[in-house]
């Protein structure tokens, strides 16, 4: 686990949602780990019938469990069905035996954020997987082609229940590999990220995935991470540095997104130099989005809505900053 005292502490932040996920999967994995014994208990007593019931002629003449499965056949408990059954217990039992290593993503310098995220939960999801398989093999439809399942099991394959129970994540990163915008494809259900943010970073980073159903926040301390955790739907935050903005975009606090979003800080001036590959007006176009969704909604005219699509996101900023100033007065 990485040193930052910050990514323990936004693990401790999300115990309930992981809690939950591993209630799930400690069930799970006694269901089907219930179910292989009992089909191992069954076809043992099969046998044991039949060679009651052959008596003395049967032994070292008669394979009697291939007897057993010839007149008393079961699907369920036969060829891949059995195996991909007992391979769906192991993979259940794998994931609950890694521990808070579950929840942990650590994204190496200058790789894809959004990659490291969809192969985690890729990985977690073979939780769902292993369900769904157990499940088509108590009937005798599974067999080796649902193995791939067993491996790898994506997001988007998840369903709306699966998505319901998603684990949290907590996601190592630098502020210049913090291509937040890749992160909206995950963020459906009760699916909640962290992102601890190491090194300089963009100041409004998650601007970009306010929308009116998710939990965005930027903040810095994971002491403020409870209404994430308690939020019913998905959500996002991150742990950022002093001179980034910090916001906290509730869905459950108001119907526009004025009354859904409190800035509690905004940095003074519009970014002037890049971070790596994050230039400088893509920065200002963040906090300039942040800026503009505090605004009260208001009928507006034609000009003035093609004139605010065009204006130089520094001087919405501008004109952000010195409108508080006037409200603080």
């Known amino acids: 686990m990485p040193s930052d005292d910050r990514v323990r502490d936004a693990l401790n932040a999300l115990t309930g949602p992981a809690q939950a996920f591993r209630s799930t999967l400690a069930r799970t994995a006694d269901e089907v780990g219930h179910l292989v014994r009992v089909r191992a208990a069954t076809k043992e007593a099969r046998a044991a019938r039949f060679a009651a019931e052959l008596g003395t002629f049967a032994g070292g003449r008669i394979a009697v469990d291939r007897l057993a499965q010839t007149f008393e056949h079961q699907p369920s408990v036969n060829g891949g069905a059995a195996a991909v059954l007992r391979r769906s217990h192991e993979t259940l039992v794998a994931l609950l035996n890694r521990g808070e290593d579950l929840f942990l993503v650590t994204v190496d310098q200058g790789t894809s954020l959004r990659d490291a995220v969809a192969t985690r939960l890729a990985d977690l999801g073979r939780a769902f997987g292993a369900a769904r398989v157990a499940r088509d093999a108590q009937s005798g439809a599974a067999t080796d082609r649902h193995a791939p399942a067993l491996e790898r099991f994506p997001f988007a394959q998840w369903n709306r229940a699966e998505r319901n129970v998603a684990p949290p994540l907590v996601i190592d990163v630098r502020g210049a590999d913090l291509w937040a915008a890749g992160l909206a494809e995950f963020l459906d259900g009760h699916l909640k990220l962290v992102l601890v943010v190491t090194g300089d970073a963009s100041p409004a980073p998650l601007a970009r995935l306010i929308t009116p159903n998710v939990y965005v926040q930027q903040a810095s301390a994971a002491s403020e991470l409870a209404g994430l955790s308690a939020s019913d739907g998905p959500g996002v935050a991150a742990l950022v540095p002093d001179t980034a903005a910090r916001f906290t975009h509730d869905p459950k606090a108001g119907r526009s997104p004025s009354e859904r979003l409190r800035v509690?800080?905004?940095?003074?001036?519009?970014?002037?130099?890049?971070?790596?590959?994050?230039?400088?007006?893509?920065?200002?176009?963040?906090?300039?989005?942040?800026?503009?969704?505090?605004?009260?909604?208001?009928?507006?005219?034609?000009?003035r809505a093609g004139a605010a699509a065009t204006a130089d996101p520094a001087d919405l900023l501008a004109a952000w900053l010195l409108a508080q100033t006037h409200a603080g007065s």
């Open 264 to 303: 509690a800080f905004m940095p003074a001036a519009a970014p002037r130099k890049a971070i790596d590959g994050i230039s400088a007006p893509q920065q200002a176009d963040e906090l300039a989005m942040l800026a503009a969704l505090t605004q009260p909604m208001a009928p507006a005219t034609e000009a």
